[in-house]
T-cell receptor, first 112, second 116 residues
Framework: EAGVTQSPTHLIKTRGQQATLRCSPI?????VYWYQQALGLGLQFLLW???????NRGNFPPRFSGRQFPNYSSELNVNALELEDSALYLC???????????FGPGTRLTVL | GDSVTQMEGPVTLSEEAFLTINCTYT??????LFWYVQYPGEGLQLLLK?????DKGSNKGFEATYRKETTSFHLEKGSVQVSDSAVYFC???????????????FGQGTILTVHP
């Protein structure tokens, strides 16, 4: 069974640009979660999508947004990039009614 | 809000030593508790979980017991190996209806290094 996949592996942008990160959940999972792992700040919850709807949102500005597609894959968009957005962005998925989350390998975003 | 506190690292042990990583939490209701492990350059892997008081999660020789009276979920292993070197994260997931529902709240992570 394939795990959670994320693309790209690495992404380099300059300040002010937009970044788009993609995630494909484990087959059969309907929920997708996004987390930011910044150096020294630990893991912070960003967004939760389930059945195409945003269900919960972490304490991040509106320039962090996303969506979930009918096939349950998801996209995270970060607009007006700032230097402090440099981090590892992790996507996780879970199946309906289950609270254990399974993580992908992450996308390393570097903002110059 | 909900929070998780882990013991400060890094932790350095010799192979076959006993491991304890302390984890305490603050949460409303009845959260589920997890331990995740992150190997260098990789994402997080679910190590074990417990969903109610007195539950014991176990996997690959690691164990943790959900102690509601002390709000703790300490990770233990009787004999560590070099391959256990990684970062360990304690996490909780809140119950339905709460603001923490559907998200994981993580501790700050504990770096474990095991020497031969």
């Amino acid at each position: 069974e394939a795990g959670v996949t994320q693309s790209p592996t690495h992404l380099i942008k300059t300040r002010g640009q937009q970044a788009t990160l993609r995630c494909s959940p484990i087959s059969g999972h309907t929920s997708v979660y996004w987390y930011q792992q910044a150096l020294g700040l630990g893991l912070q919850f960003l967004l939760w999508y389930d059945e195409g709807e945003e269900r919960n949102r972490g304490n991040f500005p509106p320039r962090f947004s996303g969506r979930q597609f009918p096939n349950y894959s998801s996209e995270l968009n970060v607009n007006a990039l700032e230097l402090e957005d440099s981090a590892l962005y992790l996507c996780a998925s879970s199946s309906t009614g289950r609270n254990e989350q399974f993580f992908g390998p992450g996308t390393r975003l570097t903002v110059l | 809000g909900d929070s998780v506190t882990q013991m400060e690292g890094p932790v350095t042990l010799s192979e076959e030593a006993f491991l304890t990583i302390n984890c305490t939490y603050t949460a409303t209701g009845y959260p589920s508790l997890f331990w995740y492990v992150q190997y260098p350059g990789e994402g997080l892997q679910l190590l074990l979980k417990a969903t109610k008081a007195d539950d014991k999660g176990s996997n690959k020789g690691f164990e943790a017991t959900y102690r509601k009276e002390t709000t703790s979920f300490h990770l233990e292993k009787g004999s560590v190996q070099v391959s256990d070197s990684a970062v360990y994260f304690c996490a909780l997931s809140g119950g339905a209806g709460g603001t923490s529902y559907g998200k994981l709240t993580f501790g700050q992570g504990t770096i474990l290094t095991v020497h031969p």
